[in-house]
């Protein structure tokens, strides 16, 4: 098996590892192992901190923040805010970089994971993906559109009965030289301790606010 690339020492996984999240330290490694052939180059894969990858510091930061104001959008519609958990974020590191170059959702984690009770928005080309998931989306719903809206449900809910369910998610945002931006968040719920469903291992029992998750990312990266 060939090994994980890590460039530098301030990256996601290095979190993880000094979180103690060891389940998110293993999906991401999983990623690592994992990449599609584009242009006679290895692509797709989970590089930690590297350049552009969903796992270096300025990316993950603007993918917290982007937590942050998709909260908001969900505050307008009277729902509370998304918890940020450790797997989640790195699910969405790993689907995202494999979304860069695959352009569609990459059920590799699904298949690995049992990750079955998640839900997944992707964009490509967005500088703000909340402009396509929430307010073109939102507009073709306020509309009467019931076509063309998954994402906007996702984030807002008013008739996805699953989606009604999310309390925590994870956020990721690629853009390697070549590719365009990629942006991919994760939504689950928490069923309780003891609650979790068979073949899943995301229990969300660490998930805590996006601001304070943003606060503690911030301060590994200033150490």
């Known amino acids: 098996m060939e090994s994980a690339v890590v460039i530098g020492n301030k990256n996601l996984r290095d979190f993880f ?48 923040e982007l937590i942050i104001e998709g909260n908001r959008q969900r505050q307008k519609h009277n729902l509370p805010s998304l918890a940020v958990a450790d797997e989640l974020m790195a699910m969405a590191a790993v689907n995202a970089n494999m979304s860069a170059v695959t352009k569609t959702h990459w059920l590799g984690l699904r298949e690995a994971y049992g990750l079955q009770y998640t839900g997944e928005n992707l964009a490509w080309g967005y500088e703000n993906p909340f402009a396509g998931w929430y307010d073109e989306e939102g507009g073709l719903y306020a509309a009467g559109s019931r076509a ?76």
Request: charged fraction near 25%; include cysteine.
């Open 17 to 64: 590892v000094c979180r103690g999240a060891d389940e998110a330290v293993r999906i991401l490694d999983f990623g690592a192992e994992k990449w599609r052939v584009s242009a006679g180059k290895k692509a797709g894969r989970t590089v930690y901190g590297a350049d552009g990858d969903a796992t270096a510091v300025p990316n993950v930061k603007r993918a917290l």
């Open 148 to 223: 063309g809206i998954g994402h906007y449900l996702n984030l807002v809910n008013p008739e996805n009965e699953a989606a009604r369910r999310y309390t925590a998610c994870g956020f990721a945002v690629t853009c390697r030289p070549g590719e365009m931006l990629t942006a991919c968040q994760e939504f689950a719920t928490d069923f309780g301790p003891g609650n979790t469903p068979a073949g899943t291992r995301i229990t969300l029992e660490r998930a805590v606010s996006a601001e304070e998750y943003l606060n503690d990312f911030l301060r590994y990266a200033a150490g």
